[in-house]
């Protein structure tokens, strides 16, 4: 096999691992672990935690 066969192989194995990602990141399955991430900024208590790290960071620099 010639450079020109193994680039030709390769460019259809990356769209075919290109064409998989895609219908893996809009399939069903994964819609509820996607939609808790997106979500997760939202949660009071991370904000909570982040306020008290914060204050502590400015307590501990003085």
């Known amino acids: 096999m010639d ?3 193994w680039r030709a192989f390769y460019t ?3 769209f075919v691992l290109f064409i998989g990602i895609v219908f893996w990141a ?3 399955s994964s819609k509820k672990s996607f ?3 997106a979500k997760s900024i939202f949660d009071e208590e991370d904000v909570n935690n982040t306020e ?4 502590q960071e400015s ?3 003085e």
């Open 3 to 5: 450079y020109i066969t």
């Open 12 to 14: 259809v194995l990356v």
């Open 26 to 28: 809009y399939s069903k």
């Open 35 to 37: 939609d808790e991430a």
């Open 52 to 55: 008290r790290q914060s204050k």
């Open 59 to 61: 307590k501990n620099n």
